[in-house]
């Protein structure tokens, strides 16, 4: 592909995530995007032919930041975990409309629900091994394997829907302000499981984002 395509896939997709976070995937069709940018349809339609195709790549580069950011890592520390957990808060922001359209989006594309199932999974992995990877070194206190998998499934439950929550009951903060209260629900979560030492680390990490 010549460096012009690519520049104009890219195009195509910067826009694309700006105008579904800002209006709502629902609610964006492609002859609107094709008219902010200045284009014809037949040329978004070149590299995506339908909306779904787009909404899909949009999905995949979601996929590979967050896969970047969510790794199994040796020697975690706490601090080190929060900062993970914090990196995926931000990204969420960033991809803010997928999760929006979460069961949407889920519900009427398969190219995007096909591919989730193992997505979720290697994800979760990854969280439940370093929790482990913390119990280990003593940061946190988990007494058993079904402990470890409701303290994944909690983070990832708050980690998937502090969207839609922020869009209905905190869409008067600003982004920072945002990413700083639920990320302090998922540290709440946490909390309990933490040893004295975690706490203190955990109570460092918040005072400096907070600032």
């Known amino acids: ?3 012009q395509n690519m520049n104009t896939k890219d195009k195509i997709l910067d826009k694309a ?9 629902e609610y964006v069709g ?11 349809v037949g040329n978004i339609s070149y590299y995506f032919p339908t909306k779904d195709d787009l909404v899909y790549q949009l999905s995949q580069e979601f996929t590979r930041s967050n896969s970047e950011i969510v790794v199994a890592q040796n020697a975690i520390t706490i601090h080190g975990f929060l900062d993970m957990l914090l990196q995926v808060f931000e990204n969420h922001y960033r991809f803010r409309c997928l999760l929006r359209s979460f069961v949407h989006i889920m519900t009427q594309n398969k190219l995007v629900s096909s591919s989730y199932g193992k997505t979720r999974q290697t994800r979760r992995s990854a969280i439940a091994s370093n929790i482990h990877g913390l119990a280990e070194a003593g940061y946190l206190k988990t007494e058993s394997k ?4 409701a303290l994944v499934s909690a ?5 998937r829907y502090w969207i839609s929550d922020a869009a ?3 869409r008067n903060l600003s ?4 990413v700083e209260h639920y990320f302090n ?4 979560i946490v909390d309990p499981h933490a040893s004295l030492k975690a706490k203190k680390e955990i109570r460092s990490f918040c005072d400096k984002i907070s600032n």
Not at 146 to 149: K, N, P, R, T, V
Not at 185 to 188: E, K, L, P, R
Request: proline share 0%; hydrophobic share 50%.
């Open 155 to 159: 983070i990832e439950l708050v980690s």
């Open 30 to 40: 492609l002859r609107e995007l094709a008219a902010v940018l200045g284009i014809r």
């Open 17 to 25: 995530l700006e105008m579904f976070n800002e209006r709502g995937i």
């Open 175 to 178: 982004k920072k302000q945002q």
């Open 185 to 188: 629900i998922v540290v709440s």
């Open 146 to 149: 079904e402990q470890i998998d």
């Open 1 to 3: 592909m010549s460096k």
């Open 168 to 170: 209905v009951f905190a």
